[in-house]
């Protein structure tokens, strides 16, 4: 994949509640760097944006650092004039966030309620901007059937228009097991991989399939 320039966002996002706290969720960008390592050992040019805290590859990739969706948004809309084959959308986005955050800190006495809103859908911007790229999404469920797994992703596919998405289940991710599905255009199941390192090994042969025919 030597000249191809590829996109990645990886790992989690956090939203402030007040000055020193925030919500966040539980990826650790684990997959994501695996697939940045798998594109760098192929040739590919990688930018890879990371949630704070999370993993990334140590070395062979432009990484960029984001907090919250307003820091990943920018630095998106930043890269707009860049010309990115693939993109791999892997980051994992709050659905929420606090309608309003508090200034300062809230006492740690008495109850405290919060209103969570829907934000932005990155994976929309990310096709709007770059309509030509090669877009692999991923969709992370909890309980389903492998069916109802591969189904879902079929619709987050014409959704988001993907030309490729990652389907996964929480209850089949462990430190040494990720059970995943791809699907290709069509929504059609052109793999499963069993751990991170086989869904990025089986990743990077895809969208080499699609992009170079």
Request: no cysteine.
């Amino acid at each position: 994949m030597k000249k191809t320039n590829v996109l990645i966002t990886s790992g989690p996002t956090r939203s402030p509640l007040d000055a020193i706290r925030y919500i966040s969720n539980t990826s650790t960008g684990r997959l994501g760097k695996e697939i940045a390592s798998e594109f760098i050992k192929k040739g590919a040019r990688v930018t890879f944006i990371y949630g704070t805290g999370s993993e990334r590859p140590e070395k062979g990739a432009k990484a960029i650092e984001v907090t919250m969706i307003e820091d990943l948004l920018r630095e998106l809309e930043g890269l707009k004039g860049q010309d990115f084959q693939v993109i791999v959308h892997a980051m994992s986005v709050l659905d929420y966030a606090p309608e309003r955050v508090i200034d300062g800190k809230v006492s740690s006495t008495g109850d405290w309620t919060i209103r969570l809103v829907p934000t932005p859908k990155v994976i929309d911007r990310i096709r709007a901007w770059w309509p030509g790229s090669l877009l692999v999404g991923f969709k992370l469920e909890v309980g389903k059937t492998k069916e109802g797994l591969l189904e879902i992703g079929r619709q987050a596919m014409g959704q988001w228009g993907a030309e490729v998405v990652v389907a996964n289940d929480l209850k089949d991710i462990s430190d040494d097991k990720h059970l995943a599905y791809l699907l290709g255009p069509g929504g059609r199941l052109e793999a499963q991989a069993n751990t991170k390192k086989e869904i990025a090994e089986r990743l990077v042969e895809l969208t080499q399939r699609l992009i170079h025919p």
